[in-house]
T-cell receptor
Framework: ETGVTQSPTHLIKTRGQQVTLRCSSQ?????VSWYQQALGQGPQFIFQYYREEENGRGNFPPRFSGLQFPNYSSELNVNALELDDSALYLCASSLVAGTGGERPYFGPGTRLLVL | AQTVTQSQPEMSVQEAETVTLSCTYD???????LFWYKQPPSRQMILVIR??????QNATENRFSVNFQKAAKSFSLKISDSQLGDAAMYFCAYRSVTGGGNKLTFGTGTQLKVEL
């Protein structure tokens, strides 16, 4: 049990719709990262937020966007959903962004199905 | 860009036996972190063990240990006295020390089955 929570646990959307996924980080953590895990694959880094600003992004299009709030919780927004967006979305929080050995703590994920 | 390769899609082990999961990575950096994560059917990604590249000593955590070969860019996980609860997908992951924040680069995973 890591203290990182995500909502909802499951979600079904249709192609072209927009979706918002939410993550509450572990108490005291100020950095949140989001990952997309397609079926049978390893997680792929989407982006990271540190003190409410994006400070790292993977190879994902701009229709993937995010927010981090003053309480360090975070949202992942995906616009114009495509079938390939169907995946498990994982949120991970850690204490600081930078060069330390801080390990990310993962949430249980949100399973998104796009029809 | 760094890459992580796990060449064993599936492995099986008998309960109480030992199994080794392989991982290789590619990087031009000299300092970094390596992780093994376990993902059971519940989907929660659980940290198994962590290794700092500047440390020559292999990390150990109870029944879990690694064989870190920096020159060969190899990072294998050994599970001793395997238990039914060890059955899960195991991911090897790389994290840069400089820049990138907490970005992890994952391999494709190894599905571990534990048999009675």
């Amino acid at each position: 049990e890591t203290g990182v929570t995500q909502s909802p646990t499951h979600l079904i959307k249709t192609r072209g719709q927009q979706v918002t996924l939410r993550c509450s980080s572990q108490s005291g953590h100020n950095t949140v990262s989001w990952y997309q895990q397609a079926l049978g694959q390893g997680p792929q880094f989407i982006f990271q937020y540190y003190r409410e600003e994006e400070n790292g992004r993977g190879n994902f299009p701009p229709r993937f966007s995010g927010l981090q709030f003053p309480n360090y919780s975070s949202e992942l927004n995906v616009n114009a959903l495509e079938l390939d967006d169907s995946a498990l979305y994982l949120c991970a929080s850690s204490l600081v962004a930078g060069t330390g050995g801080e390990r990310p703590y993962f949430g249980p994920g949100t399973r998104l199905l796009v029809l | 860009a760094q890459t992580v390769t796990q060449s064993q899609p599936e492995m099986s082990v008998q309960e109480a036996e030992t199994v080794t999961l392989s991982c290789t990575y590619d990087t031009s950096e000299s300092d970094y972190y390596l992780f093994w994560y376990k993902q059971p059917p519940s989907r929660q990604m659980i940290l198994v063990i962590r290794q700092e590249a500047y440390k020559q000593q292999n990390a150990t955590e109870n029944r879990f240990s690694v064989n870190f070969q920096k020159a060969a860019k190899s990072f294998s996980l050994k599970i001793s006295d395997s238990q039914l609860g060890d059955a899960a997908m195991y991911f090897c992951a790389y994290r840069s020390v400089t820049g990138g924040g907490n970005k992890l680069t994952f391999g494709t995973g190894t599905q571990l089955k534990v048999e009675l």
